[in-house]
């Protein structure tokens, strides 16, 4: 008979905890029968509605006003030949539709696959022994595991005398805990906050108390990130502006050539007006976020919230837990040292709630259960006949655990906890307790996790027969060392908060290359105030005896000094830590449901080195937004520049076109040309970018505007100059004798191409960028589109542009090279101004550059 069937049979007598559980058959029957244990999901969103929504944009608006008057002007004039710019305006619709909604179709879809890699996980007994199986495939029948931090997977009933503490806030608004034990209800969605038991499904998914209330509350719509607010904020700002220029535009249009031509001028002052703006940003936004989060799950780390992207390039201080996430969480117990090792390894098979023979509960328990198999003990046996009549669970607030079990008639109390509780709960005299507390101290120096043991007739806490302690070895992780001095080198403190022994967590931070001369413990903290906190913040990287409420305040105080930091924690006590810090990184394999729930970014791997390459990953991604924008920018300057100059000094100096009209150096499809075609495939490529240089950069502040000086001067100097060469062209090809439409056609030609070109200076605007295959042949099939326009009839026709000699590409190419060689120049000559690095040193006292 298996342990899960003994403890079926006899707990505490009582006739309903006679359950075993269910086979595979049968739950399969019933999982079948009573579906899956999810909350409803709200219907998709139809295809229609969905492409309504892409048109809800101030930019789309612009747009569609310039479709329908265009269509209206051309049916006016009798609708001969076909409506180029209605047309090219309409393909810019239906682009921007079908991409915008594939991107919402692709988001959902990703985000699916990411709740169904962050599914919480439950021990049930299944064919007589604990299973681990996701929570999803629970049906009523099945007995479940629950111990505090786990979130109650559906409605049940207790079993046994052995109960739980359950906040059931989330369902009644009462703050207050509750006690549930043999045949309480406990209901889904509420937390275990301290103990554990057994309890037996009665109600799952739609059927279970959150369930109903999940299908009367309906879907909640999530809030848009900040990023995608702030792009929205900029884009509304531009649009402004560009809606004067086009007003601007249309006025004069009146003024130079009449009344009678104001459709001809509105429709163009519109048309400019939409090629000024990027209308792609949001969907080259949202690929490239989506691109990003799917590379950070592929490193392990699941991103819950879309804004924890943003701040991760900011953040400058990561406080992490030791145990699991620096080091590798695999507790061996070296040695017992003490007076009665037989009863200390007695005590770590009874004071434990691990299960022995199904792989649940904590791993340092199951440790445990290890050494003492390998002296000799049969631990499910060992338990089995040691009926436990009491119990006090482990709790930061005592920092022991009390089992009290029935041995041959009388009670006998066993404790496991800290070594410094435990010594003052036990009857020794002040030499021996100074010879054991040295003893501990020299054992933590060596990096050893120290557990002590106790015991005492009767239900005792206090005067203690003192049984030893257990040294337990957990290696760092092996890749921690590269990872802190990663961190590190991006101007990234680290901070280890640990529950361990001082001298414990200083041992471990120096092997990975914390600063740890000097530790604070929880006493230590306790007797500060928040100003002696501050200061000691500026020097000291290591925390020992915290509790989650020394977590919370060490955030706290590190938030007011103006830092971004990153929390990691898994039990749940450490939620409101996680949900105060910028980024809350909740443990995967080891972390509670409720730290999951509340943190921004779950780690699969439950590793340190994952929170770097997060933070890597996050600021990539910015760094990729900066980029596009620059490219995107960078055209919109020039183009406006090159119109609005172009249209007045034509105007003022009476040059016309072949027709008698001004001589406009674009027509409105030529300038949607550039702004779509030339500009939009590049600008999705570089959200595939890698920068390699992102972790040698100080963290970005937080108030950083998307584009920040450097940047907005290489948009400015590079667009006027792009917009000057394109100016000179309209001049000097005139001259060598081109017609005006010819002339038309070769600067539109040299501001397609020459966009193209500058997508490399953009990328190595702010630093080195490595090889991007997908982005050169975008360019290359872009380069032989943009010259196909010239020799294509179809699309000469469609853009307006004549046939172009050799002579003409001799100053096209002249003109890109020229262009393309001085963005460059400029490129170089901002990144060496940003790359002469001023050493500086930031508050962990890493130099880093600037």
């Known amino acids: 008979m298996t342990t899960m069937e003994q403890w079926a049979v006899t707990v505490n007598g009582d006739p309903r905890a006679d359950r075993r559980g269910l086979t595979s058959g049968e739950a399969a029957e019933r999982l079948a029968r009573f579906g899956t244990n999810a909350l409803p999901e709200a219907p998709r969103v139809g295809l229609w509605r969905r492409a309504v929504r892409q048109l809800r944009s101030s930019l789309i608006y612009i747009l569609l006003f310039a479709l329908v008057f265009d269509v209206a002007v051309w049916l006016r004039e009798g609708a001969a030949g076909w409506p180029f710019e209605a047309v090219a305006i309409g393909v810019i619709l239906l682009l921007n539709t079908v991409l915008g909604v594939w991107q919402e179709y692709r988001s959902e879809d990703a985000l699916a696959r990411l709740r169904a890699m962050s599914t919480p996980r439950v021990w049930a007994i299944r064919d007589g022994q604990l299973s681990h199986v996701e929570a999803t495939e629970l049906v009523p029948g099945d007995v479940v595991r629950v111990e505090a931090g786990d979130r109650i997977p559906a409605d049940a009933e207790m079993l046994g005398e052995r109960g739980l503490l359950v906040d059931e806030s989330v369902l009644t608004g009462e703050s207050v805990a509750v006690e549930r034990s043999a045949s309480d209800a406990v209901f889904a969605g509420t937390l275990a906050i301290r103990g554990l038991g057994f309890a037996e499904v009665t109600r799952t998914g739609s059927q279970s108390a959150m369930g109903r209330i999940a299908t009367m509350l309906g879907s909640v719509v999530a809030d848009r990130t900040p990023l995608e607010r702030r792009l929205d904020q900029f884009g509304h700002r531009v649009a402004r502006y560009v809606f004067a220029l086009a007003i601007v535009l249309a006025v004069s249009g009146v003024l130079f050539e009449g009344v009678d031509r104001l459709d001809e001028a509105i429709l163009f002052a519109v048309a400019v007006a939409v090629a000024a703006v990027p209308e792609g940003m949001p969907a080259?936004?949202?690929?490239?976020?989506?691109?990003?989060?799917?590379?950070?799950?592929?490193?392990?780390?699941?991103?819950?919230?879309?804004?924890?992207?943003?701040?991760?390039?900011?953040?400058?201080?990561?406080?992490?837990?030791?145990?699991?996430?620096?080091?590798?969480?695999?507790?061996?117990?070296?040695?017992?040292?003490?007076?009665?090792?037989?009863?200390?390894?007695?005590?770590?098979?009874?004071?434990?709630?691990?299960?022995?023979?199904?792989?649940?509960?904590?791993?340092?328990?199951?440790?445990?259960?290890?050494?003492?198999?390998?002296?000799?003990?049969?631990?499910?046996?060992?338990?089995?006949?040691?009926?436990?009549?009491?119990?006090?669970?482990?709790?930061?607030?005592?920092?022991?655990?009390?089992?009290?079990?029935?041995?041959?008639?009388?009670?006998?109390?066993?404790?496991?906890?800290?070594?410094?509780?435990?010594?003052?709960?036990?009857?020794?005299?002040?030499?021996?307790?100074?010879?054991?507390?040295?003893?501990?101290?020299?054992?933590?120096?060596?990096?050893?996790?120290?557990?002590?043991?106790?015991?005492?007739?009767?239900?005792?806490?206090?005067?203690?027969?003192?049984?030893?302690?257990?040294?337990?070895?957990?290696?760092?992780?092996?890749?921690?060392?590269?990872?802190?001095?990663?961190?590190?080198?991006?101007?990234?403190?680290?901070?280890?908060?640990?529950?361990?022994?001082?001298?414990?967590?200083?041992?471990?931070?120096?092997?990975?290359?914390?600063?740890?001369?000097?530790?604070?413990?929880?006493?230590?903290?306790?007797?500060?105030?928040?100003?002696?906190?501050?200061?000691?913040?500026?020097?000291?990287?290591?925390?020992?005896?915290?509790?989650?409420?020394?977590?919370?305040?060490?955030?706290?105080?590190?938030?007011?000094?103006?830092?971004?930091?990153?929390?990691?924690?898994?039990?749940?006590?450490?939620?409101?830590?996680?949900?105060?810090?910028?980024?809350?990184?909740?443990?995967?394999?080891?972390?509670?449901?409720?730290?999951?729930?509340?943190?921004?970014?779950?780690?699969?791997?439950?590793?340190?080195?994952?929170?770097?390459?997060?933070?890597?990953?996050?600021?990539?991604?910015?760094?990729?937004?900066?980029?596009?924008?620059?490219?995107?920018?960078?055209?919109?300057?020039?183009?406006?520049?090159?119109?609005?100059?172009?249209?007045?000094?034509?105007?003022?100096?009476?040059?016309?076109?072949?027709?008698?009209?001004?001589?406009?150096?674009?027509?409105?499809?030529?300038?949607?040309?550039?702004?779509?075609?030339?500009?939009?495939?590049?600008?999705?490529?570089?959200?595939?970018?890698?920068?390699?240089?992102?972790?040698?950069?100080?963290?970005?502040?937080?108030?950083?505007?998307?584009?920040?000086?450097?940047?907005?001067?290489?948009?400015?100097?590079?667009?006027?100059?792009?917009?000057?060469?394109?100016?000179?062209?309209?001049?000097?090809?005139?001259?060598?004798?081109?017609?005006?439409?010819?002339?038309?056609?070769?600067?539109?030609?040299?501001?397609?191409?020459?966009?193209?070109?500058?997508?490399?200076?953009?990328?190595?605007?702010?630093?080195?960028?490595?090889?991007?295959?997908t982005l050169n042949l975008i360019i290359v099939m872009s380069i032989a589109l943009q010259t196909a326009t010239a020799f294509v009839p179809g699309l000469r026709s469609m853009l307006g542009i004549e046939v172009v000699t050799g002579g003409q590409w001799v100053w096209i190419a002249a003109a890109v090279a020229a262009s393309w060689g001085f963005a460059e120049m400029y490129a170089r000559l901002a990144r060496r101004g940003q790359l002469q690095y001023r050493t500086v040193s930031n508050s962990s006292g890493v130099s880093i550059d600037r």
């Open 284 to 773: 080259v936004l949202t690929l490239t976020l989506a691109l990003g989060t799917e590379r950070m799950s592929k490193r392990n780390a699941v991103v819950r919230r879309l804004s924890a992207v943003e701040a991760l390039g900011s953040v400058t201080v990561i406080a992490t837990d030791k145990t699991g996430t620096l080091t590798e969480n695999v507790m061996t117990v070296q040695d017992v040292i003490g007076p009665r090792p037989d009863l200390a390894v007695r005590a770590m098979v009874l004071a434990a709630d691990a299960e022995p023979d199904g792989g649940a509960g904590d791993p340092l328990e199951l440790g445990l259960y290890r050494y003492a198999a390998d002296c000799g003990v049969d631990v499910a046996d060992e338990r089995r006949r040691s009926t436990r009549t009491s119990e006090r669970p482990f709790d930061t607030a005592w920092k022991f655990m009390r089992v009290t079990v029935d041995e041959d008639g009388h009670s006998v109390s066993y404790l496991k906890g800290a070594a410094e509780v435990l010594l003052q709960r036990c009857a020794l005299d002040d030499n021996e307790r100074a010879t054991w507390s040295a003893t501990v101290e020299e054992a933590a120096a060596g990096g050893y996790r120290i557990l002590a043991f106790a015991c005492g007739d009767g239900e005792v806490e206090h005067d203690l027969q003192w049984l030893g302690i257990a040294l337990l070895w957990d290696p760092p992780r092996p890749e921690v060392p590269d990872a802190v001095a990663a961190a590190q080198a991006a101007g990234v403190r680290v901070l280890m908060i640990t529950g361990d022994h001082p001298a414990t967590a200083k041992a471990v931070a120096e092997r990975i290359g914390i600063e740890a001369s000097r530790a604070l413990t929880g006493d230590d903290l306790d007797a500060m105030s928040i100003d002696e906190l501050a200061l000691a913040l500026d020097e000291v990287h290591v925390f020992a005896r915290v509790s989650p409420e020394h977590k919370l305040a060490i955030v706290d105080a590190l938030k007011a000094r103006g830092e971004v930091v990153a929390m990691t924690g898994d039990g749940v006590n450490d939620a409101p830590a996680l949900k105060r810090s910028d980024v809350g990184v909740a443990m995967g394999l080891r972390g509670s449901d409720v730290s999951r729930e509340v943190a921004d970014i779950v780690l699969l791997d439950d590793n340190f080195a994952t929170i770097v390459a997060a933070i890597e990953e996050g600021r990539s991604i910015y760094e990729n937004i900066q980029k596009f924008i620059r490219f995107l920018f960078s055209t919109n300057v020039a183009l406006v520049l090159l119109v609005g100059i172009g249209v007045l000094g034509a105007a003022f100096a009476g040059v016309r076109d072949d027709l008698g009209n001004i001589l406009v150096p674009l027509t409105a499809a030529q300038l949607l040309w550039i702004n779509v075609l030339a500009d939009g495939p590049p600008a999705l490529a570089l959200a595939l970018d890698r920068n390699p240089d992102v972790m040698r950069r100080p963290p970005r502040p937080t108030d950083e505007p998307l584009l920040d000086r450097p940047s907005v001067r290489f948009v400015l100097v590079t667009g006027a100059v792009k917009a000057a060469l394109g100016l000179g062209l309209l001049v000097a090809l005139p001259k060598a004798g081109f017609s005006s439409l010819e002339t038309r056609s070769a600067v539109f030609l040299y501001e397609a191409l020459a966009q193209l070109a500058f997508v490399y200076p953009a990328r190595r605007a702010r630093g080195r960028a490595v090889a991007n295959r």
